[in-house]
């Protein structure tokens, strides 16, 4: 029944996701978390765990994952139910993963978790500090490298033995009432801020993104480093221009060679207030003097006022501008699977309790052949494959 079985996932295409009022039923709850175990143990054991977590980074096979489980396939509230049916299921599970995090208060509890999970999995101690701090930095860039109009309010990692890992993470825009999903990987981060994503699914793009970890703004983050490395004096001088500048008092065009006139857009620099900007972060940085974005980023007070204060004078007085392009990745409506077992609000249908269960049941066995002996293990697959093969039927009905 595992995802995988006959499908090419792709990760283009769009999916929305509003947001949700409600909770999963208990009933529903406890069986996501059986369905949940009886995927991942046979999953792990054809696949391993390393590719389970390069599944969940993927933003397709998640929402395809969470519409069997029986979510709804357009609920926002699928990210973090189907985390804390994640996380209910490793724990009953023999698989060697672990997950930390989840939504709200619980997402400030991740690099405890991470460290005990590396302990665990015997990861060490050492390697449980280096995943605490790269949860922080995940959390830091989403929310304030990467200004989109969402606000991070999940946020999970799942990590492996080999110590490979995986971020998700959802954010708000209240407003709008949707949801955006940010999906990381471990083995596709070159640089934590240089294009990181794996994936980013939502539906709409935004129009006033201020994007500091695009490739785009490499010069703007290193414009940056610059900046804070002169000193807070230097800086509110600039910030002094900027303002001269908006309120038209002086012409800023004496810092472009070549330019008589400077057309740029400003949405997504608003409001910019002295007032919102860490003078003391700004003043333990100096004393510091950061080498790398990444470093700077981790340093506590340093947020989204502060750094979009600097990314305006980066581009209006040392002509660097910063990335507006938003990262989304558009993926696939994956409404198909929510025939699986139905959705939890009735949509496309009613959950049957008696089909679930017998699934579940199904699964159960098969994994139960599957550590028998090979002999058993192809029987079971074949098994596998019969339930595969029942769904697509219900697929094209």
Same mark, same amino acid.
């Given at each position: ?53 390069? &599944? ?158 695009? &490739? ?154 599957? &550590? ?26």
């Amino acid at each position: 029944m595992h995802i995988e079985l006959g499908v090419k996932l792709s990760i283009k295409g769009i999916a929305e996701l509003p947001l949700h009022e409600g909770s999963v039923p208990r009933w529903l709850f406890n069986r996501m978390v059986k369905l949940a175990n009886a995927i991942i143990t046979v999953f792990v054991n054809e696949f391993g765990e390393d590719k389970f977590l390069e &599944r969940l980074a993927n933003p397709l096979w998640f929402q395809a994952f969470s519409n069997v489980l029986g979510f709804d396939w357009h609920s926002s509230g699928s990210t973090t139910v189907v985390c804390g049916v994640l996380r209910q299921a490793l724990n009953k599970s023999e698989v060697e993963i672990a997950i930390a995090g989840g939504k709200g208060k619980k997402s400030l509890e991740t690099p405890i978790e991470v460290k005990q999970a590396a302990i665990k999995l015997d990861l060490g101690e050492e390697y449980g500090e280096k995943l605490a701090r790269i949860s922080r930095l995940v959390a830091k860039i989403d929310n304030a490298a990467l200004q989109d109009g969402y606000s991070i309010y999940h946020h999970s990692m799942i990590v492996s033995k080999s110590g490979s890992w995986t971020v998700i993470q959802q954010g708000m825009n209240v407003e709008k009432r949707m949801a955006r999903r940010y999906h990381w990987l471990s083995s596709k981060v070159r640089k934590f801020v240089e294009d990181p994503h794996n994936a980013i699914v939502d539906v709409k793009i935004s129009e006033s993104t201020l994007n500091l970890v695009a &490739r785009e703004s490499r010069s703007c983050r290193n414009t940056i480093l610059e900046i804070i490395n002169h000193g807070p004096a230097k800086l509110k001088r600039d910030l002094g221009s900027i303002k001269r500048f908006l309120r038209k008092n002086c012409p800023i065009t004496r810092w472009f060679s070549g330019k008589n006139e400077l057309a740029v857009k400003l949405d997504y620099y608003k409001p910019i207030e002295e007032i919102a900007i860490n003078w003391r972060a700004l003043r333990n940085v100096f004393q510091v003097k950061p080498e790398d974005f990444e470093s700077f980023l981790l340093f506590r007070g340093i947020g989204p006022s502060t750094l979009r204060a600097l990314a305006l004078i980066s581009e209006l007085i040392y002509d660097e501008p910063p990335s507006k392009k938003d990262p989304i990745t558009h993926i696939f409506d994956p409404i198909k699977w929510s025939f699986a077992v139905g959705g939890k609000d009735g949509i496309p249908y009613p959950i049957n309790r008696k089909v679930y269960d017998s699934v579940v049941y199904e699964l159960e066995q098969i994994i139960s052949d599957m &550590r028998v002996g090979s002999k058993e293990k192809l029987f079971a697959f074949k098994r596998l494959k019969s339930i595969s093969e029942r769904w697509s039927v219900n697929l094209r009905s």
